[in-house]
């Protein structure tokens, strides 16, 4: 199916363990986001990519890794998962930075 | 600091009235505003997105406003339907080429009563 998507959709972890959180996208979008969205803040940038192997660091990059060694995979990877971490992520991709299209969202529980 | 501030932060109407949504930013220099629906559990869909030039689009019963010199910015729901619960974010680009700079408010909570 075309479009762009998330796995999983929620996922629950420990502190400490390492978490890798999935995004697809079929359109062939340059560029490639991921936020997270947390009660009373807007959407948070962590990462950006505009191309394949070109990343970026968001407002919130700390303590997360990415990696887009394809067009259309843009991993998201908490090395040690930290409680303040539990929170929605959405991946978003974009063929121009202007339109964005997100994804359903992944709901992480750090425990 | 860029901030985009939306206001009410929750609203509750009846079916078939109409709401006004408000957002102010303080983004600098302007690129374009946009709106998004994330209905709940789902991520943000755009409804409309508006640049410096235009002041006013529409899209069904949405019609956005902006007015680049005070820098606010509405969206106006005709007729509200049960569907129309969700939250809506006002998005703002301060620059046309980074990702970095586009600031994202944080929503209105529409609730629909039939």
């Known amino acids: 199916d075309a479009g762009i998507t998330q796995s999983p959709r929620y996922k629950i972890t420990e502190t400490g363990r390492q978490v890798t959180l999935m995004c697809h996208q079929t359109w062939s979008h340059s560029y490639m986001f991921w936020y997270r969205q947390d009660l009373g803040h807007g959407l948070r940038l962590i990462y950006y990519s505009a191309a394949a192997d070109i990343t970026d660091k968001g407002e919130v990059p700390d303590g997360y890794v990415v990696s887009r060694s394809k067009t259309e995979n843009f991993p998201l990877t908490l090395e040690s998962a930290t409680r303040s971490q539990t929170s929605v992520y959405f991946c978003?991709?974009?063929?121009?930075?202007?339109?964005?299209?997100f994804g359903s969202g992944t709901r992480l529980t750090v425990v | 600091k860029n901030q985009v501030e939306q206001s009410p932060q929750s609203l509750i109407i009846l079916e078939g009235k109409n709401c006004t949504l408000q957002?102010?930013?303080?983004?600098?220099?302007?690129?374009?505003l946009r709106w998004y629906k994330q209905d709940t559990g789902r991520g943000p869909v755009s409804l409309t997105i508006m640049t410096f030039s235009e002041n006013t689009k529409s899209n069904g019963r949405y019609t956005a406003t902006l007015d680049a010199d005070t820098k606010q910015s509405s969206l106006h729901i005709t007729a509200s339907q049960l569907s129309d619960s969700a939250s809506y974010i006002c998005v703002v680009s301060g620059e046309y080429s980074s990702a970095s700079k586009i600031i994202f408010g944080s929503g209105t909570r529409l609730s629909i009563r039939p």
């Open positions: 978003a991709s974009s063929e121009d930075n202007y339109g964005y299209t």
């Open positions: 957002c102010n930013y303080t983004v600098s220099p302007f690129s374009n």
